[in-house]
């Protein structure tokens, strides 16, 4: 399955990932993930939002136990955020069925549509839209940077965008979601663990600041004439850094647009994307205040106008408790002496946040040596991913085979 995967949407150049919504590389994904689910016998289906299921048994039951996770990516990401999810999800299942696993509930493997947001700049629109999140108003006004419109590029991909919207009745199906994801980070790599539960996700958000001055020339305009946006930015972005490391928090201008984008000419426009998350929202508010009354104290001495606006924002995100604990009930039971699954929290957002304010949710991690993640180096040892489909067909077990 992974090396089947593996070409998809792979730049030759990079080595990285471009899997964006509903655009080719999309599209081969959601074929492959068709094809798994026929190969196995499961019930397919595509949702009224571009979602993908997989179910073993009867889909309307109720009480049925989930897993999977997304298969687009961030530009230039790696393999792992996401498929190993999927992938892993699938051998699970071929797991329990080796182990000749009895299920006394229902089964589905989904693929959920656009978690990372890279083309229309909002992350996991698919599940927010299932989970209400995101009306269907706001997901009509969404643009690439081409400015084509979400519902165009379903359209293009043989989807109809009239039909997306909130999607209750699927979710009342639902008994609990759990998403096997690579950790993001180096907490499991640290404890030497392979396989670890997820806590509770930071909360998070993403803020784009305008700073507008005026355009000229490179060349023939003096230093003390200009009103340059480009330095208020880039004072803005050492005042993130400064902001993050005094709250403990992260904080990170990662995507910048400038116009004209000119090598000898002085920007009219410059634009960039913050994103900041903390352990807790009271430390988040700290950091992002502290940033924008730094970017506004810079704007103001160089003569630049400034907007700061919110795009998005996922508060807070704690774990179904119930769920997690007999989680690692399930995976600390060893043959001769109880196992210790370490418990972590994540800065990462996730198609499994946004779905526990409808339904329980859990996270299983599987370590990241390098704590690389979105870059094509991201990596996980085979034997690492082994263990986590190991823990995930332990769980399911213990969940669905009750």
């Keep these: ?21 509903w655009t080719g590389a999309d599209a081969d994904c959601r074929s492959w993930f068709k094809a798994q689910a026929e190969t196995r016998g499961l019930t397919y289906e595509l949702d009224r939002n571009g979602n993908q299921w997989a179910w073993l048994g009867d889909p309307t039951q109720g009480d049925a136990v989930v897993t999977g996770s997304h298969l687009d990516s961030v530009p230039d990401g790696g393999p792992f955020d996401g498929p190993l999810g999927v ?23 989904a ?51 009239e039909t997306i919207g909130p999607d209750p009745d699927r979710l009342a199906r639902i008994g609990a979601f759990v998403e096997l994801h690579v950790e993001q980070g180096r907490a499991l ?35 003390v004439d200009r009103r340059d946006p480009m330095l208020s930015y880039a004072e803005t972005v050492l005042a993130a850094r400064r902001e993050a490391e005094l709250a403990g928090a992260v904080a990170t201008f990662g995507k910048i647009a400038v116009e004209p984008n000119g090598v000898n000419a002085i920007p009219s426009l410059v634009r960039g994307w913050l994103d900041s998350r903390a352990a807790d ?12 009354k730094a970017a506004r104290e810079y704007a103001d001495r160089h003569g630049i106008e400034l907007a700061v606006v919110r795009e998005s924002f996922t508060p807070v995100v704690e774990f179904e408790h119930a769920l997690r604990d007999e989680m690692a009930r399930i995976l600390g039971k ?40 979105h870059s094509p180096a991201e990596y996980a040892s085979e034997d690492d991913c082994l263990a986590g489909v190991t823990a995930l067909a332990d769980v399911l077990e213990g969940l669905a085979c009750r």
């Excluded at 000749?100 to 229902?106: D, N, S, V």
């Excluded at 269907?136 to 965008?161: F, K, N, S, V, W």
Aim: hydrophobic share 35%.
């Design 1 to 21: 399955m992974w090396q089947d995967l593996k070409p998809i949407g792979r730049n030759p150049e990079s080595g990285g990932y471009r899997r964006y919504a």
């Design 87 to 109: 992938v892993s999800a699938f051998a699970a299942l071929d797991e329990l069925r080796n182990r000749g696993a009895e299920f006394t509930r229902p089964l589905a493997i």
């Design 111 to 161: 693929n959920f549509g656009d978690e990372e947001g890279a083309r229309f700049g909002l992350a996991c629109v698919g599940s927010r839209l299932t989970a209400g999140q995101l009306t269907p108003e706001q997901a009509h006004r969404l643009r690439d940077a081409d400015g084509i419109t979400l519902p165009q590029a379903m359209e293009r991909a043989g989807y109809d965008p």
């Design 189 to 223: 790599d640290l404890t030497g663990d392979r396989v670890g539960i997820a806590s509770a996700i930071w909360p998070h958000g993403r803020w784009r600041f305008d700073f507008r001055g005026e355009a000229n020339h490179a060349g023939t305009t003096r230093l």
């Design 281 to 292: 929202q009271g430390t988040l508010d700290t950091v992002v205040e502290g940033i924008e």
């Design 334 to 373: 060893g043959r001769d002496t109880d196992i210790r699954v370490p418990v972590l929290g994540t800065g990462a957002g996730h198609d499994a946040g946004i779905l526990s304010g409808s339904i329980p949710t859990a996270m299983l991690f599987v370590r990241n040596p390098t704590g690389v993640s």
